[in-house]
C-alpha cells in the first residue's frame, strides 16, 4: 500500500511551463531536436552547453551537458517516446546522478504569428527536485527566447 501512495504522489508532482514565442511551431520544434541549436540555450542561467547528441526517433537518445562557470557538468540523457514534428515531442529525463527516470512532454500550439510552447515535466521523486526544475525550465525559456 505505500509503494502504491509514493508512486501517486511522484506521479502529481509535475511542472508546467507555458510561453508564446514568435516562432513557428516547425523552427520551435528544431530548436528542441537539433544538436547545434540545443547547444546555443538548453541550460538555465550561466550554463552553457557544450555537448548535445540527439538521435531524434521514436526509441532514439539523446545526451545534453550542462556546465556551470565553476566547470561543474550536469548530465542529463533519456529516450525518445513520443516524436510528431512539428505538434509533439515525448521523451524521458535522466540526470546521470540520479536514478529517477522523469518524463518530459513538450507540445508545439500554433498561436497567431507564433507558438504557444507547453512543457510538462513529471515524475519527481520530491518537491525540491520537482521546485528546482520549475526554476531551471523558467531560466531556459528565457535564453530560448532571446535565440529565437
Do not use: N
Not at 524521458?92 to 529517477?100: G, V
Request: no cysteine.
Amino acid at each position: 500500500m505505500a509503494t502504491a501512495a509514493k508512486q501517486e504522489q511522484t506521479s502529481t508532482r509535475r511542472v508546467q511551463v507555458r510561453r508564446v514565442f514568435e516562432a513557428s511551431p516547425e523552427r520551435l520544434f528544431r530548436a528542441w531536436t537539433t544538436p547545434e541549436d540545443l547547444k546555443r540555450w538548453h541550460a538555465p542561467g550561466a550554463l552553457t552547453t557544450p555537448l548535445a547528441e540527439v538521435d531524434l526517433r521514436v526509441g532514439g537518445t539523446y545526451r545534453i551537458h550542462m556546465v556551470e562557470p565553476s566547470g561543474k557538468e550536469h548530465r542529463v540523457s533519456g529516450t525518445y517516446r513520443t516524436v510528431e514534428p512539428p505538434r509533439r515531442l515525448v521523451y524521458t529525463w535522466k540526470w546521470e546522478d540520479d536514478p529517477t527516470e522523469t518524463v518530459v512532454t513538450l507540445e508545439f500550439l500554433p498561436k497567431g504569428k507564433g507558438t504557444e510552447l507547453v512543457l510538462t515535466h513529471e515524475g519527481f521523486a520530491s518537491e525540491e527536485r520537482r521546485a528546482s526544475h520549475e526554476q531551471g525550465w523558467t531560466a531556459i525559456f528565457d535564453k530560448l527566447g532571446a535565440q529565437l
